[in-house]
Structures are given as C-alpha cells and as structure tokens.
C-alpha cells in the first residue's frame, strides 16, 4: 500500500512541469497509467482491510464516512491549488501537490501495515 501511495505521489507530473515542452504531455500520459495502476493497487488493499476490519453492521457507515472524507480533501485541495497557483504560479502548486500527495504515504508506510501478511479479521464480536 506504501508503495502504491509513493507511486500514486504523481512525480510524473512534477517532472512533466519542469521538461521542455514537447515532451511535456507523453510524459503526463505515460505517467497516467502508472498513477491508475498504483491507484489500485492502494485502494484494493485497503478497501480489503477496511471491509475486513469492520463489523458488517457498521460498514455501510465506515464506507461513506471515508467517502465524505476523501470529496472534502479534493475539494478543498482544488481550492488550494487554485489559491497557490494565483499566488506563486503554476510550477510552485504543482511541486506543493506532489510534496502533499507524497507526504500522504507517511501513515502507511510508518504503521504495522509494513509487516501484514493476510487481511486481519475483526476485532469487534458479532451478536449471534
């Protein structure tokens, strides 16, 4: 999951702001595919482990609570990356994006999740 999220850190993009202009877009769009890839290869794993982890009554709940999360963080890191591109350009808002986004591996690649080797099962007991 660390890995996909460093991947997923879109320096792709970084590099595309800052290579000469021809080369610009093949390297947006190489970039892409494997930013979808890690992308899935993080969300499989941990839709996995969340479903997994969560009771089954609680999980409709869990699921659209960590929705409404993920909408308000890309609406509110639009806002500052429209905000961060007025300000200090377009090149700077990208490079902030790209330190963001990987700074959000932090958590993954610092917890237990390193050394799990099979989806964990529930803590909590179900009522018979």
Do not use: H, W
């Not at 409709?60 to 007025?86: E, K």
């Not at 099979?118 to 009522?127: C, R």
């Amino acid at each position: 999951m660390g890995a996909g999220l460093v991947v997923l850190g879109q320096s792709g993009t970084l590099i595309a702001a800052y290579a000469p202009r021809q080369y610009a877009f093949a390297i947006l769009m190489a970039f892409s595919v494997v930013v979808g890839f890690s992308l899935m290869v993080y969300n499989v794993n941990q839709q996995s482990i969340r479903q997994a982890v969560t009771p089954d009554r609680m999980l409709g709940r869990v699921q659209s609570g960590v929705f409404v999360l993920v909408a308000a963080a890309q609406v509110v890191g639009s806002l500052l990356g429209g905000a961060i591109g007025q300000v200090a350009g377009l090149r700077t808002a990208i490079a902030v994006g790209v330190v963001i986004t990987l700074s959000s591996a932090l958590p993954s690649i610092f917890s237990p999740l390193r050394t799990l080797r099979g989806v964990p099962k529930s803590q909590v007991e179900e009522p018979c």
